[in-house]
T-cell receptor
């Protein structure tokens, strides 16, 4: 079956770095997405990886290893506004997104 | 960047009435749009895939006669919740794929609308 695993909750300190891991199993693979979702709002796109390696975009970076079925989202210089849920989603061979349950990130001063 | 507009953001209706939610791609054409539903503290669940000019493809367990989807143009898809009941109260979100931003194949970046929170009394 198709499955996405990511931690339920993580806590980090303002100014620090945090890495949110995601493992996936899908029927075919057409890329891995990371979205940020604040409570009561729609998700916003953060990154898309389809090739192995690290994609850096400002304070956020995303890494993909297709052979391991593994991705991570790296957040640097954490700010209080980064407190949100981070959703990992893999696109299968039918271009459907398989969503993880999300990781709730709590930032402490 | 590409923008998807969803309307209305909030809607409260009486049980038994119908509610229409619109999803528009503002600066790109979207042959495919997706409709999701999110219950509190749960992940997004895909309800259906809306294809311009053809019938929508519904996920298992989603009643197509209750959740009517119309994708009449390349920039507009609508979801109508017919005869709404309190259990239909949820956060409904649409998304569209900007094929012009595809990095390879036909995998385009996905953009989400702002979401519509439906409360059925």
């Amino acid at each position: 079956g198709q499955n996405i695993d990511q931690p339920t909750e993580m806590t980090a300190t303002e100014g620090a770095i945090v890495q949110i891991n995601c493992t996936y199993q899908t029927s075919g693979f057409n890329g891995l997405f990371w979205y940020q979702q604040h409570a009561g709002e729609a998700p916003t796109f953060l990154s898309y990886n389809v090739l192995d390696g690290l994609e850096e975009k400002g304070r956020f970076s995303s890494f993909l290893s297709r052979s391991k079925g593994y991705s991570y989202l790296l957040l640097k210089e954490l700010q209080m506004k980064d407190s949100a849920s981070y959703l990992c989603a893999a696109m299968d061979s039918n271009y459907q997104l398989i969503w993880g349950a999300g990781t709730k990130l709590i930032i402490k001063p | 960047g590409a923008v998807v507009s969803q309307h209305p953001s909030w809607v409260i209706c009486k049980s038994g009435t119908s509610v229409k939610i619109e999803c528009r791609s503002l600066d790109f054409q979207a042959t495919t749009m997706f409709w999701y539903r999110q219950f509190p503290k749960q992940s997004l669940m895909l309800m259906a895939t809306s294809n311009e000019g053809s019938k929508a493809t519904y996920e298992q367990g989603v009643e197509k006669d209750k959740f009517l989807i119309n994708h009449a143009s390349l920039t507009l898809s609508t979801l109508t919740v017919t005869s709404a009941h309190p259990e239909d109260s949820s956060f409904y979100i649409c998304s569209a794929r900007d094929m012009g931003l595809a990095g390879g194949g036909d995998t385009g970046e996905l953009f989400f609308g702002e979401g519509s929170r439906l409360t059925v009394l």
